[in-house]
T-cell receptor
Framework: DQQVKQNSPSLSVQEGRISILNCDYTNSMFDYFLWYKKYPAEGPTFLISISSIKDKNEDGRFTVFLNKSAKHLSLHIVPSQPGDSAVYFC???????????FGTGTRLQVFP | EAGVTQFPSHSVIEKGQTVTLRCDPISGHDNLYWYRRVMGKEIKFLLH??????QDESGMPNNRFLAERTGGTYSTLKVQPAELEDSGVYFC???WGRGDYEQYFGPGTRLTVT
C-alpha cells in the first residue's frame, strides 16, 4: 500500500508560468516532508522541505504548501524555467524513523 | 566537498550470478541508506546504517540481499543469487546524524539481470 502518492505522472508548463506539483499521503504519523528533483542518470537532489508544524515554506522560486487536514502537499515553482524540467519526487518521514517514503514522481517539462 | 559516490554505474549480470554494489558516503556522515527504484515506480527504502550498525533493514526484499558497512565508512550491497526482479536502480544516500531528514543521494547503480 503506497503511503505517498503523486497522481500526476507528468506535467507540461510554459516557461514563465507557474508549475504546481501535488502529493498526497495517508500516514498521519509523517511529520516531515521533502521534495527532490531528479535529472536523468543522476541521483535525486534535495530541493525544499517542510515540517508538519508549518503550512508553508519558501525558498526562492520554490514554495511548498502543507495541508495536514487533507494530508496534501504541493510544490509551486514560479516562474518556471526550462532548467526545471526533471522528475520531482515527494517524500515523507516520521520522527521515529529516518527513512524516506517516496512517491512515484511527476515528470515536469517546461517548454519555451 | 565530494558527494556520495557509487560503483559501478551500471552492471549487467545473468540470473543466478552475484553482484556487489559499493557506496561511499559523504565524509563524516553517520547515516547511510540504500534505496531501490524499479522501472518508473517509487524509490523504495531498503535499509539504514548508523555508523557500522544496521538501524533498520525492514525494506530488504529477502535474504539474497546482504548489506555491510565496514568501519562505518563505505557500504556494500551484495545480491546473491540475482533474480530478474532485482533489476532496477540502486541508490545510496547519506546524512549527518539522528533526525537529519535531508539525505544526499548518489548517482545510483543501474542493475540489469538477464
Amino acid at each position: 500500500d503506497q503511503q505517498v502518492k503523486q497522481n500526476s505522472p507528468s506535467l507540461s508548463v510554459q516557461e514563465g508560468r507557474i508549475s504546481i506539483l501535488n502529493c498526497d499521503y495517508t500516514n498521519s504519523m509523517f511529520d516531515y516532508f521533502l521534495w527532490y528533483k531528479k535529472y536523468p542518470a543522476e541521483g535525486p537532489t534535495f530541493l525544499i522541505s517542510i515540517s508538519s508544524i508549518k503550512d508553508k515554506n519558501e525558498d526562492g522560486r520554490f514554495t511548498v504548501f502543507l495541508n495536514k487536514s487533507a494530508k496534501h502537499l504541493s510544490l509551486h515553482i514560479v516562474p518556471s524555467q526550462p532548467g526545471d524540467s526533471a522528475v520531482y519526487f515527494c517524500a515523507a518521514s516520521s520522527y521515529n524513523t529516518d527513512k524516506l517514503i517516496f512517491g512515484t514522481g511527476t515528470r515536469l517539462q517546461v517548454f519555451p | 566537498e565530494a558527494g556520495v559516490t557509487q560503483f559501478p554505474s551500471h552492471s549487467v549480470i545473468e540470473k543466478g550470478q552475484t553482484v556487489t554494489l559499493r557506496c561511499d558516503p559523504i565524509s563524516g556522515h553517520d547515516n547511510l541508506y540504500w534505496y531501490r527504484r524499479v522501472m518508473g515506480k517509487e524509490i523504495k527504502f531498503l535499509l539504514h546504517f548508523v555508523k557500522e550498525s544496521k538501524q533498520d533493514e525492514s525494506g530488504m526484499p529477502n535474504n539474497r540481499f546482504l548489506a555491510e558497512r565496514t568501519g562505518g565508512t563505505y557500504s556494500t550491497l551484495k545480491v546473491q543469487p540475482a533474480e530478474l526482479e532485482d533489476s532496477g536502480v540502486y541508490f545510496c544516500a547519506s546524512s549527518w546524524g539522528r533526525g537529519d531528514y535531508e539525505q544526499y543521494f548518489g548517482p545510483g547503480t543501474r542493475l540489469t539481470v538477464t
